[in-house]
């Protein structure tokens, strides 16, 4: 994919034509001069790529980790003992959309979106058959009738729903109960059909012609619980990036029961495949995220802004405590923390157990910036105004091995606004007078003439703030923003 980047959140979601890919809306075709349709999101938006994103020869980076999962999965899903025949093609037009509907589902870090796609892999070929194999010699109708009379929803022998609600799609759905759920959730989601919310207890064979709707069924399905009564979270025993449970990492043992029970005979399988492309996708999401800096659109943001936790719903108040990514910096993301900048969700930990911080107070942020991507343990607790020691003298130690540069009138510092003695940089830690609590980011990216910062717990900013920055003739720097009152950098 090169050019342009074809995003979005939200929104109706169509296939009128039924060819198994997403339509573009009236509103977006103007936007297609000069740009490149991907289809498997919705609401579509084309934006430019920053030479950031882009790799020498023309690839995205989103492209390139493409290329690594597809290379990479045939050998993963050798460790099976039963490899599985993924051709070329199929890999090349599938998972770039499951992946897609993994990043619309919320689900980023490596773990998950390799166990959702070697589960599709292990269920279907990746697309390659996306309805149920069954013996040879035997009457397809006749052997679908028996095996699954009387489970999941379907009737007797005689009702036929065993041979109708078969299995299909990338992860094999089964059962007239599970037809039904995925029939209501697809209306839920507004995702349409030839213009309309599909049925799939009447038109079941969708689930294996639509790709887009395979796809929204496997990554929902799983993640929800549609299939067991169990889903994704069930067996994360602690902290992904995307997902955020406390102390621990996706169980891929045991997450084999989201799709099928208890099914012990391709659980050791499973966990060795997903091991393996877990640490393909690890490898090159690290690669790519080195001085990368992401903000979501306007609109997006708009669209995860709540009223505080007593204007929200219950379901909206999970989304908010589990993460609902602003931006990242460096592949550290940050998080929405709702309307009122004093709520606090619950103690967050990284995996080996350090205190980042409450979510998403933007002192947690910082600690979990500087711990993921610089290595650098913050301890000391407390908000954003205990950060600043009044009296320290110009460039002198503070806590946790960093040094303190006053702005001038802080600290020891005399003048009248003449700014920092020292030039900001990135990886820096601005601390600000705003507020009932003081305020933290980390300065993401510094010119002559411009300060970048990346926060939490900013509602109005978002994810970045720009601050202009003027040197003055004594040699010091001028935000002629904000009220800063100190730099903090690794001594």
Same mark, same amino acid.
């Given at each position: 994919?090169?050019?342009?980047?074809?995003?979005?959140?939200?929104?109706?979601?169509?296939? @009128?034509? *039924?060819?198994?890919?997403?339509?573009?809306?009236?509103?977006?075709?103007?936007?297609?001069?000069?740009?490149?349709?991907?289809?498997?999101?919705?609401?579509?938006?084309?934006?430019?790529?920053?030479?950031?994103?882009?790799?020498?020869?023309?690839?995205?980076?989103?492209?390139?980790?493409?290329?690594?999962?597809?290379?990479?999965?045939?050998?993963?899903?050798?460790?099976?003992?039963?490899?599985?025949?993924?051709?070329?093609? *199929?890999?090349?037009?599938?998972?770039?959309?499951?992946?897609?509907?993994?990043?619309?589902?919320?689900?980023?870090?490596?773990?998950? =979106?390799?166990?959702?796609?070697?589960?599709?892999?292990?269920?279907?070929?990746?697309?390659?058959?996306?309805?149920?194999?069954?013996?040879?010699?035997?009457?397809?109708?006749?052997?679908?009738?028996?095996?699954?009379?009387?489970? *999941?929803?379907?009737?007797?022998?005689?009702?036929?729903?065993?041979?109708?609600?078969?299995?299909?799609?990338?992860?094999?759905?089964?059962?007239?109960? *599970?037809?039904?759920?995925?029939?209501?959730?697809?209306?839920?989601?507004?995702?349409?059909?030839?213009?309309?919310?599909?049925?799939?207890?009447?038109?079941?064979?969708?689930?294996?012609?639509?790709?887009?709707?395979?796809?929204?069924?496997?990554?929902?399905?799983?993640?929800?619980?549609?299939?067991?009564?169990?889903?994704?979270?069930?067996?994360?025993?602690?902290?992904?990036?995307?997902?955020?449970?406390?102390?621990?990492?996706?169980?891929?043992?045991?997450?084999?029961?989201?799709?099928?029970?208890?099914?012990?005979?391709?659980?050791?399988?499973?966990?060795?495949?997903?091991?393996?492309?877990?640490?393909?996708?690890?490898?090159?999401?690290?690669?790519?995220?080195?001085?990368?800096?992401? @903000?979501?659109?306007?609109?997006?943001?708009?669209?995860?802004?709540?009223?505080?936790?007593?204007?929200?719903?219950?379901? @909206?108040?999970?989304?908010?405590?589990?993460?609902?990514?602003?931006?990242?910096?460096?592949?550290?993301?940050?998080?929405?923390?709702?309307?009122? @900048?004093?709520?606090?969700?619950?103690?967050?930990?990284?995996?080996?157990?350090?205190?980042?911080?409450?979510?998403?107070?933007?002192?947690?942020?910082?600690?979990?910036?500087?711990?993921?991507?610089?290595?650098?343990?913050?301890?000391?607790?407390?908000?954003?105004?205990?950060?600043?020691?009044?009296?320290?003298?110009?460039?002198?130690?503070?806590?946790?091995?960093?040094?303190?540069?006053?702005?001038?009138?802080?600290?020891?510092?005399?003048?009248?606004?003449?700014?920092?003695?020292?030039?900001?940089?990135?990886?820096?830690?601005?601390?600000?007078?705003?507020?009932?609590?003081?305020?933290?980011?980390?300065?993401?990216?510094?010119?002559?003439?411009? =300060?970048?910062?990346?926060?939490?717990?900013?509602?109005?900013?978002?994810?970045?703030?720009?601050?202009?920055?003027?040197?003055?003739?004594?040699?010091?720097?001028?935000?002629?923003?904000?009220?800063?009152?100190?730099?903090?950098?690794?001594?």
């Amino acid at each position: 994919m090169e050019g342009w980047f074809l995003y979005a959140e939200g929104g109706t979601r169509k296939d @009128e034509n *039924n060819d198994g890919k997403d339509d573009l809306s009236k509103a977006a075709l103007p936007l297609l001069i000069g740009g490149i349709w991907k289809g498997g999101t919705k609401d579509y938006k084309l934006e430019p790529i920053s030479p950031s994103a882009a790799k020498p020869g023309g690839k995205s980076e989103d492209a390139a980790l493409e290329d690594a999962i597809i290379a990479a999965l045939p050998d993963a899903m050798l460790k099976t003992g039963t490899p599985k025949r993924i051709t070329d093609e *199929n890999a090349r037009a599938n998972i770039p959309l499951i992946r897609a509907e993994c990043t619309r589902a919320g689900i980023t870090d490596a773990r998950t =979106l390799a166990y959702i796609l070697v589960t599709a892999a292990w269920e279907s070929f990746m697309g390659g058959d996306m309805d149920e194999n069954y013996p040879r010699n035997v009457s397809p109708v006749t052997y679908f009738n028996k095996q699954y009379a009387n489970r *999941n929803g379907n009737g007797d022998v005689a009702s036929g729903d065993g041979y109708r609600f078969r299995g299909r799609g990338f992860v094999q759905l089964t059962g007239r109960s *599970n037809y039904a759920r995925a029939t209501k959730r697809c209306k839920e989601m507004d995702f349409k059909v030839n213009g309309t919310h599909p049925d799939l207890v009447r038109t079941p064979d969708l689930v294996a012609t639509n790709k887009p709707l395979a796809a929204l069924i496997l990554v929902m399905g799983m993640k929800e619980g549609w299939f067991t009564g169990v889903g994704l979270d069930k067996f994360t025993k602690g902290h992904t990036e995307a997902m955020l449970y406390p102390k621990g990492k996706l169980d891929f043992d045991e997450a084999r029961w989201i799709v099928n029970g208890k099914d012990a005979i391709s659980k050791a399988p499973m966990t060795q495949a997903s091991e393996s492309l877990s640490g393909t996708i690890d490898g090159a999401t690290q690669k790519d995220d080195q001085g990368k800096l992401e @903000e979501l659109s306007d609109l997006d943001y708009s669209r995860i802004r709540g009223a505080g936790r007593d204007g929200l719903s219950p379901k @909206e108040m999970a989304e908010i405590k589990q993460g609902k990514i602003t931006g990242s910096l460096d592949g550290v993301a940050g998080y929405y923390n709702g309307s009122n @900048e004093s709520t606090t969700w619950e103690s967050h930990y990284s995996k080996d157990g350090f205190y980042y911080g409450e979510k998403w107070q933007c002192v947690e942020f910082v600690r979990r910036y500087y711990y993921d991507a610089l290595q650098h343990k913050i301890p000391t607790k407390g908000d954003a105004r205990k950060w600043f020691t009044p009296g320290l003298e110009d460039g002198a130690a503070t806590f946790d091995g960093l040094k303190q540069y006053n702005y001038a009138g802080r600290g020891t510092r005399a003048g009248n606004d003449d700014g920092f003695s020292v030039k900001p940089q990135k990886g820096d830690i601005l601390v600000l007078q705003t507020g009932s609590y003081g305020h933290v980011a980390v300065v993401a990216d510094v010119s002559d003439t411009n =300060l970048k910062i990346a926060q939490q717990n900013v509602v109005d900013d978002g994810f970045i703030t720009d601050i202009p920055i003027v040197k003055l003739s004594n040699g010091s720097w001028r935000l002629s923003e904000k009220s800063p009152l100190a730099l903090l950098r690794k001594a």
